[in-house]
Structure formats: structure tokens, C-alpha cells
């Protein structure tokens, strides 16, 4: 297993950014007005394997000793990303997913080639049967807490800021807070929006508690990609400042927003990536030009029409 001290930095997603250049897309921005308000939108939807996390994991990947096998647990997009990163730099994979992840994400897993396991009811339970099966010549790969993944996914906002440097703030869907620990990073002074399902709310928890607590995760229709019962220590250290702004959204404020997404602009997302665009319309983000990141799509998707 890898061990890790230390924060990540803005130096490391600078450095992460040439590691992933061979493997990642570098994907669009939009600009676009929602309502009579002019908006960015970040199409990291359009990412290989369907989502950001593709990033941190070739990131992760990339450094240190080449390992035997690659382990990791998911509730899905995570395990999609490792998957198709250990593919792209020759490892075999295996993931670990709860009985409960979602069958678009699950089946995409195994046609990459990754050995997939599903095991318990929970991912918390998925990922401690995912650790007892790593061996001295494997590397366990957590899905959001550790430097190198959040350094990957960090990458995401570097663009951002390349690309559209006017916005004043950064919207994200946070499940254990990876890429919006990685999107603070890379942002310098700007404000990062965490953005959460009302019944998958460990970040808002954490700030609130003034550390990482465990929490209850309740049905939502973003639960299997924002379904952490508690924030990544790592992610909360980043993320625990002034600059992060938390937000609840709910499931029927999701569902409106992914509709709009698709009736307005064609852009097909899953639910969790339509959740920073719920708190937008909700006035609930004190910014004069967000940029939005549609963070994946990579569930069962259909219009509502």
C-alpha cells in the first residue's frame, strides 16, 4: 500500500498536469448565459471513462514503483477511471464495487478488462474488503484520499483557469471531496462552490463539525457518485477555509437542472454532475461569473421527456 505525509500543493497539480498530458483530454470550456446570467461550463463530462476521475487515478498510477496489480474500491466512476488509467499504462486492475453500484458504471468496468468484485452494501464496506485483499506487491488506490489524486484531479481547475480566467468562483459536485480539493489548488484566490445532495452532505458535516465526521447517506439520485458516508482527511485539510463556500441541493432541484442541461444545451449528464448547476439556479452561489463543472456522465440517462 502507499503511504503518504503532507498536503498536496499547487506545485504538484502543475506537476500532475505534464504526467496526465499523454492520457487525459484536455476538455472545453463552454460559455453560455442560464437565465439572462452568463455562466462558464467546464464539459469534463467528456473526459475518458466518462468522468474527472480519470485524472487522479493516471496520476496516481504514474509515480513510484511499478506495482503487480492495481486495487481499489468505487462506487463506480472511480473504478471506471482506474480501470481505463491501468489499462492505458499496461496494469491489471481489480474493483471492488458494493452491490448496489450502478450497472451503466459496473459493466464498463469489466469490458475494460478489470477483474470487478462486488461485495456489502456500502462503499465503506466495499473498501475495507478491497484493503484486505491487497498484497505487499499491489498498490491500493483510494478514490479521493491521497495527494496524488487530488494533484490529478486538480488538474481539472488549472484549465479552468487557463482557459477562462474571468471567473470569479468554481462550482463542484463533491462526494469525498477529491476534486474539489484539487479544484481549490488550482484556483488561487477564487471561491470554490462545494456542492452537495441533501442526503450526501459529509463535507457540509465536516465544516460544520470543524473535522471529518461519519455520516448517514440517505437516497438520492446522485448517491452512487456523491454517496460518501466521510469526507477524505486530506480533502477536508484543503478544503477547510475560507475559500470553500458548502451548498446543499435537492434530488428535485438535481433532476431539473440535468433536464436543462439537456433541453437547453443537449449536454447529457449524470445526476451528480447537475448538482452545481441546481445550487446555481437556486441563487445559493454569490458569484458574478461561475464557471460549472458537469463532472461526468456515466449513469443510465434518459430525459425526462
Excluded at 495527494?147 to 490529478?152: H, L, Y
Excluded at 462552490?193 to 439520485?221: F, W
Excluded at 458537469?294 to 449513469?299: E, M, T, V, Y
Aim: net charge negative; proline share 6%.
Amino acid at each position: 500500500m502507499t503511504t503518504f505525509v503532507g498536503l498536496p500543493t499547487a506545485a504538484d497539480v502543475a506537476a500532475a498536469a505534464e504526467t496526465i498530458r499523454p492520457y487525459a483530454r484536455r476538455t472545453p470550456v463552454m460559455r453560455t448565459s442560464v437565465g439572462g446570467r452568463e455562466v462558464v461550463f467546464k464539459l469534463e463530462h467528456l473526459q475518458l471513462a466518462g468522468s474527472f476521475k480519470l485524472r487522479g487515478a493516471v496520476n496516481a498510477l504514474s509515480r513510484g514503483d511499478r506495482p503487480v496489480r492495481v486495487v481499489t474500491a468505487s462506487g463506480g466512476n472511480h473504478g471506471l477511471a482506474v480501470a481505463t488509467a491501468a489499462t492505458l499504462l499496461g496494469l491489471p486492475a481489480t474493483v471492488y464495487v458494493p452491490e448496489s453500484a450502478p450497472e451503466s458504471k459496473t459493466r464498463r468496468i469489466e469490458a475494460i478488462g478489470a477483474t470487478l468484485v462486488r461485495h456489502g452494501g456500502t462503499y465503506a464496506e466495499a473498501a475495507k474488503a478491497a484493503l484486505a485483499a491487497v498484497t505487499a506487491q499491489d498498490r491500493y488506490l483510494p478514490a479521493y484520499d491521497h495527494p496524488d489524486v487530488i494533484a490529478g484531479q486538480g488538474t481539472m481547475g488549472a484549465e479552468i483557469v487557463a482557459d477562462a480566467p474571468e471567473v470569479d468562483a468554481v462550482l463542484v459536485a463533491v462526494g469525498g471531496g477529491g476534486l474539489a480539493a484539487g479544484t481549490a489548488l488550482a484556483i488561487g484566490d477564487r471561491t470554490t462552490v462545494a456542492v452537495e445532495p441533501e442526503g450526501c452532505d459529509a463535507l457540509h458535516a465536516a465544516l460544520k463539525a470543524g473535522r471529518p465526521v461519519d455520516t448517514e447517506v440517505l437516497d438520492s439520485v446522485a448517491a452512487s457518485a456523491l454517496g460518501a458516508t466521510r469526507v477524505g482527511d486530506l480533502p477536508f485539510a484543503v478544503l477547510n477555509s475560507p475559500r470553500t463556500r458548502s451548498v446543499l441541493v435537492s434530488d428535485a432541484e438535481i433532476l431539473a437542472a440535468q433536464e436543462l442541461l439537456w433541453e437547453e444545451f443537449r449536454l447529457a449528464v449524470e445526476p451528480a454532475a447537475a448538482a452545481p448547476l441546481a445550487a446555481w439556479l437556486a441563487d445559493r452561489v454569490p458569484a458574478e461569473l461561475p464557471c460549472i463543472v458537469l463532472c461526468g456522465a456515466n449513469s443510465a440517462w434518459a430525459t425526462a421527456r
